[in-house]
């Protein structure tokens, strides 16, 4: 490990020591679960030994990144267009990618100006109007389409494969499956099964990785190293950070101590909602792939005994210096029901003086003379942070010495990590989502598949109960 941290977790402004004890953690509430927290960091070790937990030694499989480069080489200049097709887990981690490590307005640059590389477009939702505007921007022929489900079922994105590979044999023939890449499970479901028939290049997501934990696998690595993402850099970054939080103390392992912080923030000082508010547009993708990793994984009605608990604490995503214009009035004067997470960075890739001229300025405006936009950026995170502070409002700040391809993967792991073991706080299983798969079930039913008929009637009955009484 380096010997300079690139990544920082300060939590004193959730102590008690500066925010008072009916917002703020004291040190003998932390010393209360300090030997739990412990044993919980032991459990997920053991559960990691035994093959459990297989995203957390995802840092080190350097072969798959390996087959991704070689994909990557063989196909680079022979498409214009990159359109990854995915949802959720398939989609978030791609989309916080780009935005975190890529130009802001990759797509608009020219294809000198990108390396060769192709313009990406992630289609996240099966709203028709955004695919017909997609479809009449991009051109079919010069568009390479990266199909992403670990089912190989998953209604969306297979709707959306049915459309394109139609349009695609239509334009091109039998040599349409050059233009397709399927990113599934190595050996079954639907995708799985067309793939073998029609001989796309394909990419498999391991068994025992979740969608919402799968960036680090083929299902972002992919995308992100067609757009010339170094994506071993990613895996280091992700492997620096298992390494900084190897021990079982709470005080010396920075996702076990956030995963503690926010449990106690909720259970007893009663904050359940989790704002993320990075001071940087290029996290504002990461800010909505960690609303899905939290609110999927410890949003459950049952504990892992089979209690009723309905626990989770809600994620909302924030953007500085934004949302200080728009959320920002509920966070200082309204209930006392969330702690903020800040991300910073030290040093932006940018440095934009707000004037380099001897010139006239106004007198109002003159204390912004010597100035530049980062250290504008810089006060506002400091002074909404103070803010918050003295009116009791709990919040801890994530600093990233800079933002690069190996902040962005110790990121990603350190709150994949802090995610498991605020499981294990909950308890409750961080690894299912069995609400997501109830409207699955229910939409199978409506769009009459097969094997769903009692569903569908169940269905039926109750939308007859449910006659519109009350519409206006």
């Known amino acids: 490990?380096?010997?300079?941290?690139?990544?920082?977790?300060?939590?004193?402004?959730?102590?008690?020591?500066?925010?008072?004890?009916?917002?703020?953690?004291?040190?003998?509430?932390?010393?209360?679960?300090?030997?739990?927290?412990?044993?919980?960091?032991k459990e997920l070790k053991t559960e990691r030994t035994v093959g459990k937990l297989q995203f957390l030694e995802l840092p080190y499989d350097e072969k798959t990144a390996t087959e991704i480069l070689e994909t990557v080489n063989s196909i680079k200049g022979r498409f214009k267009n990159l359109v990854v097709v995915g949802l959720g887990g398939s989609s978030l981690g791609n989309i916080a990618i780009h935005t975190a490590l890529n130009h802001p307005f990759y797509n608009l640059l020219s294809e000198k100006e990108r390396g060769g590389f192709p313009r990406i477009f992630v289609l996240d939702n099966i709203d028709p109007d955004r695919f017909a505007g997609l479809?009449?921007?991009?051109?079919?022929?010069?568009?390479?389409?990266?199909?992403i489900t670990k089912s190989g079922t998953t209604v969306e994105t297979m709707s959306q494969f049915l459309i394109i590979t139609s349009l695609l044999r239509d334009k091109i023939g039998k040599d349409y499956k050059n233009q397709i890449i399927a990113t599934t499970d190595r050996e079954k479901g639907t995708l799985r099964n067309i793939t073998q028939r029609e001989g796309f290049i394909s990419f498999s997501i391991p068994a025992g990785v979740g969608g919402r934990y799968s960036v680090l696998t083929s299902v972002g690595l992919f995308s992100a190293a067609m757009s010339g993402v170094d994506i071993f850099a990613l895996l280091k970054g992700a492997a620096m950070m298992d390494e900084m939080c190897k021990s079982d103390s709470v005080w010396e392992n920075p996702a076990l101590m956030g995963a503690a912080l926010y449990f106690l923030s909720h259970t007893r000082k009663g904050k359940n909602i989790l704002v993320v508010m990075p001071y940087s547009s290029a996290l504002s993708g990461f800010g909505d792939w960690f609303c899905q990793l939290w609110a999927e994984s410890l949003g459950k009605k049952?504990?892992?005994?089979?209690?009723?608990?309905?626990?989770?604490?809600?994620?909302?995503?924030?953007?500085?210096?934004?949302?200080?214009?728009?959320?920002?009035?509920?966070?200082?004067?309204?209930?006392?029901?969330?702690?903020?997470?800040?991300?910073?960075?030290?040093?932006?890739?940018?440095?934009?003086?707000?004037?380099?001229?001897?010139?006239?300025?106004?007198?109002?405006?003159?204390?912004?003379?010597?100035?530049?936009?980062?250290?504008?950026?810089?006060?506002?995170?400091?002074?909404?942070?103070?803010?918050?502070?003295?009116?009791?409002?709990?919040?801890?700040?994530?600093?990233?010495?800079?933002?690069s391809a190996s902040t962005l993967g110790q990121l990603f792991y350190l709150f994949e990590?802090?995610?498991?073991?605020?499981?294990?706080?909950?308890?409750?299983?961080?690894?299912?989502?069995?609400?997501?798969?109830?409207?699955?079930?229910?939409?199978?039913?409506?769009?009459?598949?097969?094997?769903?008929?009692?569903?569908?009637?169940?269905?039926?009955?109750?939308?007859?109960?449910?006659?519109?009484?009350?519409?206006?």
Do not use: W
């Open 417 to 472: 990590l802090e995610t498991a073991y605020s499981g294990k706080f909950y308890n409750v299983d961080a690894f299912d989502q069995p609400g997501v798969e109830a409207g699955k079930i229910n939409a199978f039913a409506m769009l009459g598949k097969k094997g769903f008929e009692q569903r569908k009637n169940e269905i039926n009955i109750l939308l007859q109960k449910a006659q519109k009484k009350y519409s206006i």
């Open 302 to 403: 049952f504990s892992l005994n089979k209690s009723v608990v309905h626990t989770g604490a809600t994620p909302v995503r924030a953007i500085g210096v934004v949302d200080q214009h728009s959320q920002l009035q509920l966070y200082m004067e309204g209930p006392y029901d969330k702690v903020i997470t800040f991300f910073a960075i030290e040093q932006f890739n940018k440095n934009i003086p707000v004037t380099n001229k001897e010139r006239d300025i106004e007198s109002d405006l003159i204390y912004l003379k010597g100035h530049s936009l980062n250290n504008i950026m810089r006060a506002e995170f400091e002074g909404t942070r103070l803010a918050l502070t003295e009116q009791r409002r709990p919040n801890c700040t994530v600093t990233l010495a800079e933002l």
């Open 1 to 41: 490990m380096e010997d300079k941290k690139t990544v920082q977790f300060d939590f004193n402004n959730m102590m008690a020591g500066v925010i008072g004890e009916e917002n703020g953690i004291t040190e003998r509430e932390l010393k209360e679960i300090e030997s739990v927290a412990s044993q919980f960091a």
């Open 135 to 147: 479809m009449e921007v991009i051109s079919p022929k010069e568009t390479l389409f990266n199909f």
